[in-house]
Nanobody, 116 residues
Framework: QVQLVESGGGSVQPGGSLRLSCTAS????????MRWYRQAPTKERELVGI????????TYADSVKGRFTISRDNDKNTLFLQMDRLKPEDTAMYYC?????????WGPGTQVTVSS
């Protein structure tokens, strides 16, 4: 069955960087658009960005544009989120997502905390 597992979260000071990973299994990874979402404790889930099947095209939320970069390694079934110049408002649980046969599939998430 489709499975996604995020990793790489942690605590970092403002201005710092983190790289998140999402390992995928149970489906043909290269055939699917992948997404990163995040959710802060008192806010709704927010779409962070999207990457095309080949990795040749990406889109980002305005709040992270220019600071975050999504990439993927289809040979390793892995999705990445490089986060630079982090801000306190980036604090959230981060999730990777795939729509597989019309159903949303989520990983368990990885926590990112940005504070001084």
């Amino acid at each position: 069955q489709v499975q996604l597992v995020e990793s790489g979260g942690g605590s970092v000071q403002p201005g710092g960087s983190l790289r998140l990973s999402c390992t995928a299994s149970g489906f043909s990874f290269s055939g699917y658009v992948m997404r990163w979402y995040r959710q802060a404790p008192t806010k709704e889930r927010e779409l962070v960005g999207i990457i095309s099947r080949t990795g040749g095209a990406t889109t980002y939320a305005d709040s992270v544009k220019g600071r975050f970069t999504i990439s993927r390694d289809n040979d390793k079934n892995t999705l990445f989120l490089q986060m630079d110049r982090l801000k306190p408002e980036d604090t959230a649980m981060y999730y990777c997502n795939v729509v597989y046969y019309g159903d949303d599939t989520w990983g368990p998430g990885t926590q990112v905390t940005v504070s001084s």
